[in-house]
């Protein structure tokens, strides 16, 4: 299994409420990451999480809340978020966070996220 | 620090033929990797192709290969006989090799490639 799954696919918030993007994967990886994208742009890394505790947090505001329940988990809990975080939020995995050979990185389809 | 440069935003190709996009970086590491992601409309981002650095020969995968030119820092993809499945978004990356160094990669611009049927 070589996938990465997302969920929801599509996800429309108001600024007050409560929500959570959902990442897993079976593939046995100790390495995952959360990404923004906005149109036609490269991914932002926002967070990096090896073997289950955050390693990299690129500065992101606070209403983006990473949590990994386990080796296979990602979760992304958003809270009063602003209408510039609309985005595709992307989940990807890897062997590891490290130099150990190409370490490629696999990811999943996204969650297309709305903040009206 | 380490940067990646595509200088295409946009490419188009009959579909058959062959098309080549391009991709520089800056660094001053020794040892690191390069990559090929591809992003269709659909959204899901797929890795297309992989180089390490110290790896002289030129990656293939099928239809996809890569230019390898360590010395001048480029790093361009070629697709030969272009099918309409290859439009999409294509993203250079670059990680480094090293230990003990930030490992996330880093991403050109992107360009969007149109395959002309």
């Known amino acids: 299994d070589t996938e990465v799954t997302q969920t929801p696919k599509h996800l429309v918030m108001g600024m007050t409420n409560k929500k959570s993007l959902k990442c897993e994967q079976h593939?046995?990886?100790?390495?995952m990451y959360w990404y923004k994208q906005k149109a036609k742009k490269p991914p932002e890394l926002m967070f990096v999480?090896?073997?289950?505790?955050?390693?990299i947090n690129e500065s992101v505001p606070s209403r983006f809340s990473p949590e990994c329940p386990n080796s296979s988990l990602l979760n992304l809990h958003l809270h009063a978020l602003q209408p510039e975080d609309s985005a595709l939020y992307l989940c990807?995995?890897?062997?590891?966070?490290?130099?150990?050979?190409?370490?490629?990185?696999?990811f999943g389809p996204g969650t297309r996220l709305t903040v009206l | 620090a380490q940067t990646v440069t595509q200088s295409q935003p946009e490419m188009s190709v009959q579909e058959a033929e062959t098309v080549t996009l391009s991709c520089t970086y800056d660094?001053?590491?020794?040892?690191?990797?390069l990559f090929w992601y591809k992003q269709p409309p659909s959204r899901q981002m797929i890795l297309v192709i992989r180089?390490?650095?110290?790896k002289q020969q030129n990656a293939t995968e099928n239809r996809f290969s890569v230019n390898f030119q360590k010395a001048a820092k480029s790093f361009s993809l070629k697709i030969s006989d272009s099918q309409l499945g290859d439009a999409a978004m294509y993203f250079c990356?670059?990680?480094?090799?090293?230990?003990?160094?930030?490992?996330?990669?880093?991403w050109g611009a992107g360009t969007k490639l149109i395959i002309k049927p």
């Open positions: 990807a995995s890897s062997q590891e966070w490290g130099a150990l050979s190409y370490n490629e990185q696999f």
């Open positions: 593939m046995g990886h100790r390495a």
């Open positions: 999480y090896s073997y289950e505790k955050l390693s």
């Open positions: 660094t001053s590491e020794s040892d690191y990797y």
């Open positions: 180089q390490e650095a110290y």
């Open positions: 990356a670059y990680r480094t090799a090293l230990h003990h160094s930030n490992y996330q990669l880093i």
